[in-house]
């Protein structure tokens, strides 16, 4: 069965799956953020560091197309990705990591940038974008018409529409919810939020088009398989200091844990 699963993920491009966030719901952290990263163990991949082109900006990177899926600079200025699963995926000319790596290289306010953004939704696969900077988050798609600004709440974003109720998603949503009532939220206990391997019942599961054993592999929050999987954990954290706490928790094949990374930046360290 597995292998009959890999041979279906062929074709299959995904950027980062699953990112729960707390907005402006907790006292001292205005942000507090946690994401899976599931793509191929054979896509080259660097884990998290300050990037050599561009010193502000702290991230993984897909040594592939060059972009990321997450990303914050020194300033706060912060992205993510996912794409949008819709069955087969047809060839895009530009890659969606793209879209994270310019919005951190560029000075462009968050609703222009957006809106560039939406212009140029054709030239990509589906995607979902989060940007975010000082006391404002953005979220645009281009599988919906307008960019809009996020209420304070907890959100969750996998691969379909902001706040879409998939099992996976509603899970993190309460598991986040749990972990900020704390005073002072731990970096690690937040993987937890996304360590859920088992898959959800086959009535619950949504239907995307990739069909049903495909659709089991990738309901819970952190995936498995002997191709495809969660190759990393993320928490991102913004204390209303300024201070930033970045964690990348990396995975190898088979969901066995890597090299654990861990960075704080404080406020003026720019």
């Known amino acids: 069965m597995q292998g009959i699963i890999a041979c279906r993920l062929v074709g299959y ?8 966030l707390a907005w402006q719901s907790h006292p001292d952290y205005p942000l507090i953020l946690v994401a899976n990263r599931d793509e191929y163990y054979r896509r080259p991949t ?16 897909d040594l592939q197309a060059g972009g990321t899926w997450l990303g914050v600079r020194k300033d706060g200025r912060w992205a ?6 819709e069955g087969a995926t047809a060839t895009a000319p530009r890659s969606r990591g793209e879209l994270t790596s310019a919005f951190l290289k560029t000075e462009q306010p968050l609703t222009e940038y957006a809106t560039s953004v939406m212009r140029e939704g054709p030239r990509y696969g589906g995607f979902n974008l989060l940007l975010g900077e000082d006391d404002q988050l953005l979220y645009c798609s281009n599988r919906q018409p307008n960019p809009h600004h996020l209420q304070a709440g907890i959100h969750s974003l996998s691969n379909h529409l902001l706040d879409t109720p998939w099992p996976k998603a509603q899970h993190a949503r309460e598991a986040l919810a749990k972990q900020i009532c704390a005073v002072e939220p731990d970096p690690v206990e937040l993987l937890a939020c996304l360590q859920r391997d088992e ?20 309901s819970p929050p952190f995936i498995r398989s002997e191709s495809y999987g969660t190759r990393c954990s993320t928490v991102l954290m913004k204390h209303r200091s300024g201070r930033i706490r970045f964690l990348e928790q990396g995975y190898q094949q088979g969901g066995t844990p890597g090299e654990r990374r861990e960075f704080v930046i404080e406020q003026g360290n720019q």
């Not at 491009?13 to 729960?20: F, G, S």
């Not at 660097?46 to 990177?61: K, T, V």
């Not at 993510?80 to 699963?85: D, F």
């Open 13 to 20: 491009n995904n950027a980062m799956c699953l990112i729960v």
């Open 199 to 218: 898959p959800y019942p086959d009535e619950l599961l949504p239907n995307t088009g990739v069909g049903i054993e495909l659709e089991r592999l990738l």
């Open 80 to 85: 993510a990705v996912t794409n949008y699963r």
């Open 46 to 61: 660097a884990d998290a560091q300050f990037w050599a082109d561009d010193s502000r900006i702290l991230g993984g990177r």
